[in-house]
């Protein structure tokens, strides 16, 4: 079993993930510590972000830092474990409103988990249809283009 990154590295869906890890300067982060739970975004959420708001993201490494960070909460927790929650504490600091569809499908806030319950040395990860935006990072995004 390896880290997140190592995991998510080796899933070619998930290569714009990777390179955000990467850009944001996070890589030992998620290489070592933990346990995290990781909501990794699809190559695809990428593409229903505006390049502008996504390359002004990409480009503060602040914003960048801050968008990675809303996408990781603290502990190892499976989809069936998450079902059972209404909301959660990202290590940005926000929440993600958790809800369950009635087919059993979960949802973190606007995004739904595609694929459930990766395991790795230090945590899971669950792939997500969308890009999880902080409030904060998009108000300041939306003021800079």
């Known amino acids: 079993m390896k880290s997140l990154?190592?995991?998510?590295r080796e899933d070619g869906r998930l290569s714009t993930?990777?390179?955000m890890v990467e850009t944001g300067g996070m890589v030992g982060y998620f290489q070592k510590e933990g346990p995290y739970t990781a909501f990794v975004p699809i190559d695809e959420a990428y593409a229903r972000i505006p390049q502008e708001?996504?390359?002004a993201i990409m480009s503060d490494r602040e914003q960048l830092t801050s968008m990675v960070m809303y996408h990781v909460v603290q502990g190892k927790l499976t989809v069936l474990e998450l079902a059972r929650m209404?909301?959660?504490?990202?290590?940005?600091g926000d929440h993600l409103d958790i809800s369950t569809s009635p087919e059993g499908t979960v949802r973190l806030n606007d995004a739904f988990i595609v694929h459930p319950d990766v395991e790795c040395t230090n945590g899971m990860y669950h792939i997500i249809d969308r890009v999880l935006i902080p409030r904060a990072v998009n108000a300041r995004v939306e003021k800079s283009i």
């Open 17 to 19: 993930s990777v390179r």
């Open 86 to 92: 209404e909301a959660i504490r990202t290590l940005q």
């Open 5 to 8: 990154l190592e995991t998510a």
């Open 53 to 55: 708001k996504l390359g």
